[in-house]
């Protein structure tokens, strides 16, 4: 009997346990290191409204990618919390997402998740295109350290002018998923201190 009590008890923490996991999602937790090392937690993206996709042909004969399937290409989901990243010795600061991995020192600065990568890269000079239009191009992802496999990304350029110096930023993501809206918010962050 006392048997029975126990597994019966075992079994309902299990499945508790299973429930708690399937409902739970990794991108409303807080990371106290990127908050420790960028300053100031920032609300999160306005919310993407349909026709903004920013890709040719979107949409086309093609059925929309699950919640799942999005996370696992890259798409940066709607309720992201972004953090502010402020660098003192190039003079800039910029919101980038929580929990990516940031690598770089001085004027050149990479946050990565997956194959979207956010690149901004200071120096002297002035901006090729009108300070801060947008200009995309295509190319191919770093190779997979563990497949190998390399991806076409599209990029998405800026450049800011500011007394003798431009900031280029490039948003690079997978083609074919949709971070119009996070890297629109990304873009219009960034300023000059």
């Given at each position: ?19 708690l ?20 937690t ?113 990029v ?38």
């Amino acid at each position: 009997m006392k048997l029975r009590v126990v597994v019966t008890a075992l079994t309902g923490v299990l499945v508790a346990g299973l429930l708690l996991t399937a409902c739970g999602s990794s991108n409303g937790e807080s990371s106290s290191t990127d908050e420790a090392a960028t300053g100031a937690t920032v609300g999160s993206a306005a919310p993407k409204t349909e026709g903004q996709s920013g890709e040719e042909g979107a949409g086309q004969g093609a059925e929309a990618p699950s919640e799942a399937e999005s996370a696992a290409t890259g798409d940066i989901p709607d309720n992201q919390t972004f953090l502010v990243f402020k660098d003192p010795g190039a003079g800039y600061s910029i919101r980038y997402p929580e929990g990516w991995a940031r690598k770089g020192q001085g004027n050149d600065i990479t946050f990565k998740e997956k194959a979207n990568v956010i690149h901004i890269a200071v120096k002297p000079g002035t901006a090729r295109s009108k300070s801060g239009e947008k200009t995309t191009v295509t190319r191919q992802s770093a190779p997979d350290p563990v497949t190998g496999k390399r991806l076409p990304l599209t990029v998405d350029v800026y450049e800011f002018e500011k007394g003798g110096k431009v900031a280029v930023l490039e948003l690079s993501t997978p083609e074919g998923v949709d971070n119009v809206d996070a890297y629109r918010l990304i873009s219009e962050s960034f300023a000059w201190r």
